[in-house]
């Protein structure tokens, strides 16, 4: 069953498709709600409603990732973190159907020859989640798409917050995104993310090379490693 909300979320979705950043957030969900008695006969603010719709599908995505904390909360939401939205009518009235949360990390991380390198503001996919009535078709392609055109991104160039397997698998099928990098984080890199770094890149600037370190640390893959866990 899709997710359901005490109010109507047609208003917020001009498009199918919705770029939320934190100053346009209500963290204090605890605050708007209980609806409608604390507003009564108003709508409760879109602020208050997008922090709702956020916090229910991040609680949903860690759900489906075997995570006990959600990674996407209103008031985690850093300023430089974005989070697209996804809904639709198929069903005859509006569905919240995905979420999609990046941002921008700097990272220390270890080239192919196994150097150890920092890159600023690398594009990273933080949190990514496709209600289960929707998966496999083509939905998150959709709003992936949608991010990297917003962004101006280009997938290879994306870090990975500890991809699941079906994160993994959803890069390998949509962008041919197969051999990763081994990194010390809990980052996943991909084979492409160092080609012309600073032409191809708009965000991963700032590269210096600080050593020579090779370090093969595996400790990227803890969602994957929950998941075989949970299966
Ligand atoms: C950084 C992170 O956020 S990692 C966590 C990623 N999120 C999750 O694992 C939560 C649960 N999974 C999901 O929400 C979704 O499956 C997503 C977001 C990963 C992909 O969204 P979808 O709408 O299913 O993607 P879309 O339909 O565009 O592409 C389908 C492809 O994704 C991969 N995929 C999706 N579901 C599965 C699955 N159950 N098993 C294996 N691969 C899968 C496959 O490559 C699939 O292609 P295939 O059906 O031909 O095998």
Redo the contacts with the bound molecule.
């Keep these: 069953m899709m997710v359901e909300f005490a109010f109507d979320i047609k208003h917020l979705f001009p498009q199918s498709i919705i770029r939320v950043q934190a100053h346009s957030l209500s963290p204090e969900v605890a605050q708007c709600r209980p609806y409608p008695q604390t507003n009564r006969g108003q709508q409760p603010r879109s602020s208050c409603r997008l922090s709702e719709i956020i916090n229910v599908m991040g609680k949903l995505?860690a759900d489906?990732?075997g995570l006990c904390h959600a990674v996407t909360s209103a008031d985690k939401l850093a300023p430089d973190q974005v989070v697209y939205l996804m809904a639709d009518k198929a069903a005859g009235h509006w569905e919240i159907t995905g979420l999609l949360k990046v941002g921008t990390k700097d990272l220390f991380v270890f080239d192919q020859g196994g150097c150890y390198r920092r890159f600023n503001k690398t594009p990273a996919?933080?949190?990514?989640?496709?209600h289960e009535s929707?998966?496999?078709?083509?939905?998150?392609?959709l709003l992936f798409e949608w991010m990297l055109e917003k962004q101006g991104w280009s997938a290879q160039k994306c870090s990975?917050?500890?991809?699941?397997?079906?994160?993994l698998?959803?890069m390998?099928?949509?962008y041919d995104l197969v051999r990763t990098i081994p990194q010390g984080n809990n980052f996943v890199l991909y084979e492409g993310f160092f080609d012309d770094p600073i032409t191809t890149s708009k965000s991963a600037s700032g590269l210096q090379a600080t050593g020579s370190i090779r370090n093969q640390s595996q400790g990227h893959f803890k969602?994957q490693e929950h998941e075989q866990a949970q299966d």
């Excluded at 996919?125 to 496709?130: C, E, G, K, S």
């Excluded at 990975?160 to 994160?167: A, C, G, Q, Y």
């Design positions: 995505s489906a990732q996919i933080l949190d990514f989640y496709v929707r998966q496999r078709c083509g939905q998150g392609k990975v917050d500890r991809p699941s397997n079906k994160m698998a959803f390998a099928k949509h969602r």
